[in-house]
T-cell receptor, first 112, second 113 residues
Framework: GESVGLHLPTLSVQEGDNSIINCAYS??????FIWYKQESGKGPQFIID?????DKRQGQRVTVLLNKTVKHLSLQIAATQPGDSAVYFC???????????FGAGTRLTVKP | DAGVTQSPTHLIKTRGQHVTLRCSPI?????VSWYQQVLGQGPQFIFQ???????GRGNFPDRFSARQFPNYSSELNVNALLLGDSALYLC????????????FGPGTRLTVT
């Protein structure tokens, strides 16, 4: 069946380096994508979103890239900090749909 | 301004029992969604309520039900609990019916023994 998934379950980076977290999706009808950050004991926190009519969107230290040709989504974090350590989820949805589908998550660990 | 709040934070139940989980959305938000997050996995959509009506339902059995009150708070009910219902139950609120920018609460950790 169609699903959202992630290429790597864990990612370890050095403080100050850039991080790239990847996500593959298979539902070609999805037109809205979101990245969430979840710290231990907390609910997911919205990071950034992108609609399917865009290829790239930038926020503060984060950039999301969308490649619709290969159905690939990535989250880039610049100058990764210890506070960025968390599990990162991508999620997909169709605008105005009520069923947001999450991937399994990637655990990012930032080494000092 | 308070974020999404959920109660209780932790709960232990026995198989066959029922449970009620509560959620208060961000002030001004009219839509509430419920998710189940099993350890090591991403959240799975259970329900969405908007203006006190069910607007969407995920692939969960009829043992799961919910409702939304006039003040937009919500309850999730689970009957005949199974061991597999052990999970973190997340509530998310948003301004409108669509899923755009959902804000999650801290969740209720349910353990079924």
């Amino acid at each position: 069946g169609e699903s959202v998934g992630l290429h790597l379950p864990t990612l370890s980076v050095q403080e100050g380096d850039n991080s790239i977290i990847n996500c593959a999706y298979s539902n070609s009808a999805s037109d809205y994508f979101i990245w969430y950050k979840q710290e231990s004991g907390k609910g997911p926190q919205f990071i950034i979103d992108i609609r399917s009519n865009m290829d790239k969107r930038q926020g503060q230290r984060v950039t999301v890239l969308l490649n619709k040709t290969v159905k690939h989504l990535s989250l880039q974090i610049a100058a990764t900090q210890p506070g960025d350590s968390a599990v990162y989820f991508c999620a997909e949805n169709m605008i105005n749909n009520n069923d947001m589908r999450f991937g399994a998550g990637t655990r990012l660990t930032v080494k000092p | 301004d308070a974020g999404v709040t959920q109660s209780p934070t932790h709960l232990i139940k026995t198989r066959g029992q029922h449970v009620t989980l509560r959620c208060s959305p961000i002030s001004g938000h009219k839509s509430v969604s419920w998710y189940q997050q099993v350890l090591g996995q991403g959240p799975q959509f259970i329900f969405q309520y908007y203006e006190k009506e069910e607007r969407g339902r995920g692939n969960f059995p009829d043992r799961f039900s919910a409702r939304q009150f006039p003040n937009y708070s919500s309850e999730l009910n689970v009957n005949a609990l199974l061991l597999g219902d052990s999970a973190l139950y997340l509530c998310a609120s948003s301004l409108a019916r669509g899923s755009y920018e959902q804000y999650f609460g801290p969740g209720t950790r349910l353990t079924v023994t």
